[in-house]
């Protein structure tokens, strides 16, 4: 009795060829715009110790208290898949002491993050992001770079119908007071709460305001906004931002209820949001995290980062850009063993020299390698069989107008590097 097959983990995904090949192309698109703008690739570990994403996402935050991957490992110490980039990234920067040579430096990697999640389209417990960040800059011009590298990238995918929400969620100075004013509130909608927020109230009252069960954004519509408490100093940051995005042409709304969802983040937050798949929905987001670094044991260094969903990303842009997948230059239909061998030969050798050269490597009549090669998608095909090494030429047919030359034996892969150019 034979065995059931094995299947997919709930909420992860093959990614297939015909996918792939449009997944490289947003990677390709990414990384050429990062580099021009001097990031550079970062690449860090998918499993940390538990205790980097706890204190830098927050405790409170669904995603340690529900979302994340951890398990002990055979000596008991917890480990945790990364949920996401930005705190990894800062543990690198601090751990390799990177900041002590120059303390400005700018990095993106693309990969894998894991939360355990309810699955739904777009969204899987194995999800990508392609993330970007800027270490040791205070300057507002850092927020911005980063949201106008959002918006060339998109328009370079073609991803129409995107807006660039910003909010700032001020500092240490300016939220005490806003603090105050929200807590007015959330006594009084205590009654309306789920039982997390009820929780949160008085330990991390603005994580209530990114909660999304109904009940609970019914009672915060009314909310105050952080923007309407902002210290000088914050003003005049969020008030530089919006000016120079002004300026570079970027479309944008100030977003008074926009509260990114991890409690790193201070001063500006903001997202890219599209109606490219219908609804409205946040495709990219990020913000500064000014006291992340310090936290986490470093130099006390401002910093800025976004992520982008990825699968979400591949998506929208699937509806515009169907994936270029690569077919054949050539395929080599062999007949009998000494052809074969030949042909087996020149696949290699032409694929050295950048011509993708597929054959057949069983026993198939000439009719069914013809048809494997159109499956394919093969622009010519070369004949060689025991008539054709006879002669000492093979024989080359364009598939689209079935045409054919002969090309000699002898020299045959530069003739035909000539012909395939």
């Keep these: 009795m034979s065995q059931p097959s094995i299947q997919l983990i709930r909420g992860f995904k093959d990614i297939l060829p015909g996918e792939t090949e449009l997944w490289q192309h947003i ?70 002491k990177m900041y002590a040579q120059d303390p400005v430096r700018k990095f993106y990697t693309i990969g894998p993050m894991f939360r355990r999640e309810r699955p739904q389209k777009g969204r ?79 330990r991390n009252p603005l994580r209530v305001l990114d909660c999304k069960v109904p009940g609970c954004r019914e009672a915060m519509a009314g909310a105050p906004a952080i923007i309407d408490y902002l210290c000088d100093d914050c003003r005049d940051h969020f008030s530089t931002v919006t000016g120079s995005l002004t300026e570079l042409g970027v479309p944008f709304k100030v977003d008074k209820q926009l509260v990114r969802g991890l409690d790193y983040y ?12 219908g609804a409205q929905s946040a495709v990219a987001g990020g913000g500064r995290y000014d006291g992340l670094v310090g936290s986490l044991g470093g130099p006390e260094m401002p910093a800025i980062g976004f992520a982008i969903g990825f699968d979400r990303l591949a998506e929208i842009v699937s509806t515009t850009t169907p994936a270029a997948v ?7 239909a062999a007949l009998g063993k000494p052809a074969k061998k030949l042909a087996f030969g020149w696949s290699t050798a032409l694929g050295l020299k950048g011509i993708g050269a597929a054959m057949e490597y069983g026993d198939k009549s000439l009719k069914a390698q013809m ?51």
């Design 27 to 96: 990677e390709r698109t990414a990384i050429a715009l990062f580099e021009d703008f001097g990031y550079r690739e970062i690449r860090i570990p998918i499993m940390e110790k538990t205790g980097l994403f706890a204190r830098s996402i927050g405790e409170d935050t669904d995603i340690v208290e529900k979302e994340m991957y951890t398990f002990p490992d055979r000596k008991g110490d917890p480990l945790t898949l990364r949920p996401e980039a930005t705190a990894s990234i800062c543990r690198s920067y601090i751990q390799h």
């Design 124 to 202: 899987y417990r194995q999800f990508y992001q392609i993330d970007a960040e800027i270490f040791g800059v205070a300057e507002p011009y850092a927020d911005v770079e980063l949201i106008f590298l959002l918006r060339t990238l998109f328009d370079r995918l073609k991803v129409t119908d995107t807006t660039a929400h910003v909010n700032s969620l001020g500092c240490p100075v300016c939220r005490p007071r806003f603090k105050a004013a929200l807590a007015t509130l959330l006594a009084d909608a205590a009654p309306s709460l789920c039982k997390d927020c009820l929780r949160r109230k008085d």
């Design 266 to 277: 201070t001063r500006t937050a903001f997202e890219i949001q599209t109606g490219a798949l």
């Design 326 to 332: 690569r077919t054949p230059d050539l395929f080599i």
């Design 371 to 421: 048809k494997r090669a159109n499956r394919l998608g093969a622009g010519r095909v070369l004949i060689v069989g025991e008539s054709e090494l006879a002669s000492g030429a093979a024989v080359l047919r364009d598939m689209s107008t079935k045409t054919q030359i002969t090309l000699p034996l002898d020299g045959i892969i530069d003739s035909l590097i000539e012909t395939l150019d």
